[in-house]
Every structure is written in C-alpha cells, then in structure tokens.
C-alpha cells in the first residue's frame, strides 16, 4: 500500500441476493460504515444496511413554522410597537393582514431548508470528485455486479481484515478504493472561499456606488432624461417673437383634470346647489369614496365615533349633529374644498363630481338616522 488513504474496501458480488445475504455477517464483523452500490434499486437494501430515515422533512417543518413566527413578529413589531398606524380603522394587531407575509415566509423558509439542507448538509455537496469514481470496478457495478463498501470514514480501517470478512461472505472479488490525490482548486474549501470572495466584492462594489453617489451628486448613473434637447425654466428663446422660452397655455384652456374653483369669488358658496342627479350609482359611489376618504376621521357612520378618537383623543365633527345636517350642500362642499382647521383640504383626491357624490352620501347618513317609511319606498322606487 502506498501512503494513501484508504477511502473504502468493496466487495464485489454476482447477484443482489448474494449482497443482501452478506450485509448481516459484514455488519457485524466489521464497526464500519456501510454502503452499497447496485445496478437498479434492489429492495429492502436500505433497511439491511440500517440506513436511516431522512431528517429533511422535520427540518422544514422546524423552519417553516420559525418561518412564520418570524413574519409575525416582524410584522408586529414594525406596524403595531415601531410605527403604530391605524390601517383601514383596524386594530395595529390585525393577523389577517399579516397572513400573506406569514405564508411568503413561511414557503421561503422551508423551501430554501430543503434545497440547502438536503445540498450542503446531507448530501454534503459540492463534492467534486467522488473516491467510486476512481474504482477500477465502478463500470461493473454499473452494469450487473453489486458492491458492498465497507468504508474508513477518515479513520484506519484493517485492510486485510475486512478483505477476509468480505471474501468469506461471499464476495468474488475486493477492491481497495484510495481516497484521490486532494487537488486544490477542485476541493469544496476553494469553492466556498470563491463565493465568499464574490459575496464580499458585491457588498463592497455595491457600498462604494452608493458612496460615490453621494460624494459626487453629479456623477448621476442614467441620464438621458436630463441629456436631451430642451429649454429650462425662465430660459429665452429666438423662436417666438416675444423671445421667451416659457409659453402661457393658449387663451381660454381648460384643464381636464382640475377645474378651477372659484367660490373664492363668490358672495356666499353656500348658494351652489349639489348638481349631481341622487342615483343609486352616484351614491355608491359616494359611499366608497366617503368610507375611502372620511371615515377614518368621521367614522363610518358619519357620527364621528372612529378608531382615531381611541388612539389619539381626538373628535371629528359628528356629521349627523342638527348644526352640521342644517348646513347647505354648497357650505360642506366648500369645506371639503378648502379643509377646515385640523381638517385637510380634498381638492386634490376628489375630483368635482366626487365631492358631490360624497356630499349625497352624507346626506343619506343623516336621513337614515331618523329614517321614515316612505324613505324605504321611495328608495325602492329609485
Ligand atoms: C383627517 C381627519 C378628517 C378627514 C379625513 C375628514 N374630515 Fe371632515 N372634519 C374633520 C375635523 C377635525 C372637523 C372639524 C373642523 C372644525 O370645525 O374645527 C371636520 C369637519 C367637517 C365638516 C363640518 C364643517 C363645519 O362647517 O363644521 C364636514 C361637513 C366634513 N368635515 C366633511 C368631511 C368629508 C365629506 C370628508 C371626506 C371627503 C371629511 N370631512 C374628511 C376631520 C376630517
């Protein structure tokens, strides 16, 4: 023998039951590790050698169900204890909403456990050149001999001894498998120490981009937004007669999105009358767009009950009130319009003929608080 080491001695048989009848006798003389290399999958070989049940289906259980305790915490600890903020007027702790999280991590969690478990763990990959690979018998037992490999594990294991106990239980011939010469850019140490290697040179590319941003505002990456042709604001231009660049929209242009508000310049906005017909798809419509847009302050039913007033004390006019009922519709359009002390201005979210929607849907609050009979029938016929 030469000085290297003995990675496994195989004994070669002619027929799957001559292995299966070997496996006890070897087992048992010898307090190695066994392995078997067959042509086709032979039964009952895995419980003969003692092979045990694979652990990756309790691993993934262990780390699916950390998986989604994880996403809860996260979840609650960033939207309910770092950043409270009432959502929707629900509750910060609201586990609902949290479920898509929770699932998401829950299937990255066991998923990369099973890839990378049964990878780098069990199968102990990458393993770039397998000792079976070398043995001179391996295109046999490719083809229709059986091994039985006694294995060294990194320890020394009696040669002579195992070849005798593997001949006298049958084998027709031993072969001693060496482990291969240790090649340095093939061994799995080199091929970790490479990844480190990128993953360090993508963390430092990634941080120095980031910091020559900074330092340097005008080395910007992509800029042919900015590179084009064009004229900055106040910039003259000899094209137009008056020699400015910048133009007036032509004489009597309406925008299409807002349309100027001009109950500034009135006597009394109270005046404007609600111009939208009271449909049953104009107040559905209003409807969403005051849950939308109003509820978290005045409550869902318009009476100013909300879950701000538990979080912040705070009270929102109750629409329903006698004064704000006896208010006309051009007095509350204006102050969706304009906003009102703590209440912020909504021109800009609703567009004209939603604030009157909203406004009809107001009002149906406050008739269904003392609703009458003819209410229902006259609703029955709209
Ligand atoms: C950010 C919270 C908030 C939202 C959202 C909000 N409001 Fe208000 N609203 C208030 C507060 C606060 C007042 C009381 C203002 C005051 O009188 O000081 C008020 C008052 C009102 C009044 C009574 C005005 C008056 O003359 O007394 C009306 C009508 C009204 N809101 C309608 C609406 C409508 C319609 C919406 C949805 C488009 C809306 N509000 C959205 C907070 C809000």
Known sequence: MNNREVFSVLGIFDSAQSLMRAIPEVKSG?????????????????????????????????????????ALGLEFWTSGVDYPQVTAGKPYFSWEAFVPIMFELTVLFAAFTAGLGMLLLLNRLPFFR?????????????????????????????????????????????????????????????????????????????????WAMKLFPKAIPMVHM????????????????????????????????SIPYTVDEQEDPSAMGNPLPRTAPVLGRGRQLFNDYC???????????????????????????????????????????????????????????????VLHYVRVLQRALDAKDEDVSSAQKE
């Open 226 to 257: 900015l590179d084009q042709p064009r004229l900055g604001p106040q910039q003259g231009n000899t094209f137009f007669t008056d020699g400015s660049g910048m133009r007036m929209p032509v004489e009597g242009t309406v925008s299409r999105i």
């Open 295 to 357: 509820s978290v302050c005045h409550g869902i039913l318009g009476n100013g009950e909300t879950t701000l007033t538990a979080a912040y004390e705070a009270k929102p006019t109750n629409l329903l009130s006698k004064n704000i009922a006896a208010l006309t519709d051009g007095s509350m359009y204006h102050v969706i319009m304009k906003g009102k002390n703590s209440m912020p201005s909504y021109s800009a979210d609703l567009s004209q003929d939603e604030r009157w929607a």
């Open 130 to 210: 397998h000792p079976m690979l070398a043995a001179r018998s391996m295109p046999l037992i490719t083809r229709d001999k059986f091994a039985l490999a006694v294995e060294a594990g990194g320890k020394t294991i009696d040669v002579e001894e195992i070849s005798a106990l593997l001949r006298d239980s049958g084998a027709a011939s031993v072969e001693v498998v060496e482990s291969p010469p240790v090649h340095g850019l093939a061994s799995p140490r080199f091929f970790f120490r490479v990844l480190i290697a990128i993953a360090i040179a993508c963390c430092v590319a990634g941080y120095a981009t980031y």
């Open 30 to 70: 010898a307090a190695a590790k066994l392995e078997a290399y067959t042509p086709y999958p032979v039964h009952g070989l895995d419980e003969a050698l003692g092979l045990r049940k694979s652990p990756i289906a309790g691993m993934v259980l262990v780390m699916a169900v950390i998986g989604s305790i994880a």
